[in-house]
């Protein structure tokens, strides 16, 4: 006998979740709430038979960048939450998924059209809030006759919506899957509550969605000849460095490029820049999007070098400097003059050891050799995720000669480069890695604070193996780098940019039951790492900012 249809809102929120798990949505993050009540037992209810993961978070900002980290490592996630703030605390992470072309689902829980301008409490214009940042849906089931069959045309709908081969998926620049992250806005009128058990009706599609292979990628190929080099910014990936390789080009490759591993991979090639061999360049073939250096803006902004673009997945494909040529991939014909590859090869060399001998020379642990430190403790198959500001740029003066092939996994929030949720996107990366050999993390102290809610897991969450290692100076440090660092600003420095806040990140970790080491020297560093104690743990490291604008003066005179 067929069960009577259960009410309006229970029957949307199902098909929703099963238009999710359909499209291989396998992780689900919710923020609780009254109004996406329905979303949440349809969630339990998936969940329970084993149809996906769930996980819950308090704060839907810190749930959102758990989503995006679980999406960064190719698991397709979704992000529930209730109306209005709840839903605009979504917006960073949205952000940053556009910017970096990643397929990211929000979920929102909305009132009916009809409370839209009518002042009713937790109700705002949700409609393509985010803007043209994602694709919008708006869906909705209002209790009445021909209850089941508009149900199925709305299930369709949704279904079509998430599908691969829409507007929510296209292919990357090297054929990989680039995304568009997706809004669906689920209105949802009371009862809120199931009031019959789901008994399972087949999705609109009952197998897994997968995006089709896309057609290989045409390749311009480069004439040999002009001095060039080649500059892998975040999300490059391996064809960069093969690029390099066959080219016998210097490869300039930022640690999240995907491309830092191999021969021709510089250490220190954006403090060469600024010397001789940086004014010889004549071409640069730039791949993913570069952020972290500004020798690297110089150089494409100059007008003496040609620059080939090979445009980067995200919401703007459009170059902020001039570009000579936009193609989708780039082929050579045999192997430049080896002479000028060699020549990079040696500076590198001398300029590294220079850098070594200067750190070590100094009477505090620096927050480089805390980069370098957490570089080496990367295992082959391990994930490290590293945050903004500092740490990035210090960990690309520092990171350990990788081998090709040992699928390492180096991620940052580069989208829109911002310290906004990287705990939360650290600990979505790491459960959704669940094979790798060992997960960490580095940030700033003030990248930590900032989303310290990201520690906040209920004892029946499922927790990773992750390990976060805090670079803690007491305040921003990067600011120190720039032009108000300068003298002239230092009597109202610290009070704008520095911001020193003294938390004790001890008793922070206590409260929410964090296991946290805090160590002064790098062998004590080198042995808190060599000892993981499994689950979430914090490793907080103590370094000076009094001298960090002297230091970074230093380490870039080494260039020439």
Known sequence: MTPPPANAATLLARAVVDALVANGVAELVLAPGSRNAPLAFAAWDAAAAGRLRLHTRLDERTGGFLALGMTKVGHRAAVVCTSGTAAANLHPALLEAAHAGLPLVVVTADRPASMRG???????????????????????????????????????????FLAPGTSAVRPGPFGGGAGRPVHLNVQLVPPLVPDLP???????????????????????????????????????????????????????????????TGPNALRCYRLLLGGPLGREIERVVVCGHPTISRPVTDLLGRADVEVVSVPPRGRWAERPFAVDRSVPGVAVDGTDDPAWLERWRAADTEVSRALDRLLAAEDALTPHEVAGAVSRAVPPSGLLLVGASSPIRDLDLMVAPYAVGDRRRVIANRGLAGIDGTVSTAVGAALARPHGARNLALMGDVTFLHDATGLVLGPDEPRPDLTIVVVNDDGGSIFAMLEQGAEQYADRYD??????????????????????WKVGSLPELEQALASPNG???????????????????????LGG
């Open 198 to 260: 789901w008994h399972h009706r087949a999705p609109a599609r009952t197998e897994p969605a997968s995006a089709e292979r896309p057609d290989p990628v045409p390749a311009e190929t480069l004439v040999l000849g002009p001095r060039t080099v080649v500059v892998a910014g975040d999300d490059a990936g391996p064809p960069a460095r093969v690029l390099a390789q066959q080219a016998g080009w210097p490869l300039f490759a930022e640690p999240s490029s995907g491309s830092r």
């Open 535 to 557: 689950g979430i743990e914090v490793v907080e490291v103590a370094v000076r900012r009094d001298n960090r604008r002297e230091l970074d003066a230093r380490i870039r005179a």
């Open 118 to 160: 009518t002042g009713a409490s937790q109700t705002t214009d949700q409609v393509r809030m985010f803007g043209d940042a994602a694709d919008f849906l708006d869906v909705a089931l209002e209790p009445g006759d021909r209850l089941l069959h508009r149900l199925d045309d709305v299930a369709r709908a949704v279904d079509a």
């Open 495 to 516: 009070r704008l940019f520095g911001t020193p806040h003294g938390v004790d990140v001890a008793s922070l970790c206590a409260a929410t039951r964090t296991p946290h």
